[in-house]
């Protein structure tokens, strides 16, 4: 067995996990940013997602900020409602105002917290961060398994199938037995969560690091986010590289470097902060909101 990361191992032998062992990071990234940084991680091991009541949480944390300088976020999770994505971008740019946030992923800030980092005049990631596509998923239970499906996926594989029942020259039977098992009220709140989920986007990318851009030249530049047709599934992660490519402003951080050393360390406590302790947290140097794990679990 390998050498544990000295990080990770000095985490886990301390008694306590509390924000006072996070204090000292917060204030010595505030000096390496030279703007205070706030925290929002969600579990990926928790049944919790990004929701409309984490922008009061935030905005409970910057009320309490001198962001005279603008402000850094560092964020993980999963993703969630991107309605609730779009309140916290404008929670954020309101409180940083004309000196804008910066969004730090430290590692993986899908879905809609990809769509919280779009907001941002700038997005600072190491050589292994990911972010994700933005398209929506769905939740399903059939006989009693719960699954989980592309919104664009569905439509698109309705779609499909509808065509090919109007080209059918021959037996529609097998067609209209699998078309039944499709609502057509469903497809159309599908369409719906997809053009929202692109709007959000596009709007968000076009009032701060794609400003002065038409609305479809964004949707061509950022086609690998709007869908996991690219990607080839909703979870696969796209890299700097990748995000640059797309249009984004993505700063390359050396994880070498004593800003990403201090990041990683911030990363690995509030991580297992999350995923031992509590479901959510958001949280500055001076003060730490926190949401207990789900009951049942």
């Avoid at 922008?55 to 969630?80: F, H, R, T, W, Y």
């Avoid at 002065?212 to 690219?230: D, Q, Y």
């Avoid at 990607?231 to 990403?260: C, F, M, N």
């Avoid at 902060?273 to 958001?282: A, L």
Wanted: net charge negative.
């Amino acid at each position: 067995m390998g050498d544990v990361d000295p990080v990770i191992n000095r985490v886990l032998n301390e008694e306590g996990q509390g924000h006072e062992t996070r204090t000292l990071l917060y204030t010595r990234l505030k000096d390496l940013l030279g703007r205070p940084l706030v925290s929002f991680f969600t579990s990926f091991s928790q049944p919790v997602a990004i929701e409309d009541a984490d922008a009061d949480m935030l905005e409970g944390v910057l009320q309490k900020l001198d962001l005279s300088n603008g402000l850094a976020l560092m964020i993980s999770s999963p993703g969630g409602d991107g309605l609730a994505a779009e309140r916290i971008v404008n929670v954020l740019r309101a409180y940083s105002g004309t000196n804008e946030y910066s969004a730090v992923v430290p590692g993986k800030a899908k879905s809609a917290a990809t769509m919280v980092s779009f907001g941002a005049s700038k997005v600072l990631m190491g050589a292994t961060s990911e972010l994700g596509p933005v398209d929506p998923q769905l939740t399903m239970v059939e006989n009693q398994q719960t699954k989980r499906f592309s919104a664009h996926n569905v439509v698109k594989s309705y779609e499909d199938l509808f065509a090919r029942a109007v080209n059918e020259k021959g037996n529609l039977q097998p067609y209209l037995q699998q078309l039944a098992n499709y609502d057509a009220r469903e497809i159309r709140e599908m369409e719906a969560a997809i053009a929202l989920s692109e709007d959000i986007a596009i709007r968000t990318l076009g009032t701060r690091m794609m400003k002065g851009l038409a609305e479809t030249e964004i949707k061509k530049k950022i086609g690998v986010f709007l869908s996991s047709e690219a990607t080839k599934t909703h979870g696969r992660p796209i890299y700097r590289d990748q995000a640059t490519d797309a249009g984004l402003i993505i700063e390359h951080v050396d994880v070498t470097s004593d800003l990403w050393q201090a990041v990683y360390e911030l990363y690995i406590r509030l991580n297992y902060y999350v995923t031992n302790k509590v479901s959510k947290v958001v949280e500055s140097e001076a003060h730490s909101f926190a949401a207990g794990i789900p009951k049942g679990n």
